[in-house]
Structures are given as C-alpha cells and as structure tokens.
C-alpha cells in the first residue's frame, strides 16, 4: 500500500525528494556533524502522543517556516508525517524558500513504526503512535495504535 502512496505523492509533488527509513536510519546513526534536522509536520496532538527521537514539530497548516531562521540553506533536512502527504507539502513550501537537501520521509512514522523504528515520547522510549483518523490509520499496525 505504501507503494501506492509513493506514487500518488510523485504526482502531486514531483519535485519533492524522498529519503528511505533504512537510508534515514543509516543517517541519523552515523556519527558526523551531516546528521539532518528532522521535522514532524504533524498535529501538536499527534506528536504529543510519539515522534522520531529528534524530531521537532513544526505544523504544516502554521506553514510557519519561520521557526528555522538559524538554518542555512544548504542544510540537510528530513520531514515526515503519518504517511507522507503533509510532509511532502511541508518539504514543497521549504523548497520555495530556499531549502536545498529537503526530504520526504517515505511511508512517514507509520512505515518507520510498522518496520520496528523507535519512536519516544518526551525522549522516553514508546510503543504507540496516533493513528490521524480511522482510514489512514489502517495503514498503522494496529498493535501501535494509541486511542
């Protein structure tokens, strides 16, 4: 299924560039200063519930873009939400303004959870991820589901 979405975000957002969760993983694992910045285009609500590690939340529908003034240009940033659609916006809106090495992370928090990918919680380990709504949180291994 995620396959499908990949395709549908191509169409909708052909520029926008998209990082695997083992090319990430790989990424934030290596011990260099190229760690990217990672962003959650989530709700506050859902990010409350889980995120990526070192994630920092940045609402998509704020399209506040202005909370990275400090980040040059050319810095490597990856973007995620539940599936890929509202971070491939997010990744779009960063591209216009300026933002270089910005990518979507594909299958976003639910693929990253569904392949066993920690996610916390005020940086404590967790287990559960916010499924957005009934239909795309199909797409979420019911087992990590928070309700």
């Known amino acids: 299924m995620f396959y499908l979405l990949e395709l549908l975000l191509k169409l909708y957002f052909p520029n926008v560039k998209s990082v695997k969760i083992s090319q990430l993983r790989q990424w934030l694992n290596e011990q260099s200063t190229s760690i990217p910045i990672v962003l959650d285009a989530r709700s506050q609500e859902e990010y409350a519930v889980s995120h990526l590690k070192s994630a920092q939340l940045i609402e998509v529908n704020n399209s506040d873009i202005a909370v990275l003034p400090e980040v040059p240009l050319n810095t490597s940033i990856v973007v995620y939400c539940s599936i890929g659609y509202r971070s491939a916006k997010l990744v779009q809106q960063l591209q216009q303004a300026g933002y270089q090495n910005v ?22 380990r967790v287990e559960f991820v916010h499924p957005y709504n009934f239909l795309w949180g199909k797409l979420l291994n019911s087992k990590y589901h928070h309700y």
């Open 103 to 124: 990518f979507n992370l594909s299958g976003g928090i639910f693929e990253w959870t569904n392949q066993g990918e920690a996610i916390f919680k005020d940086k404590h």
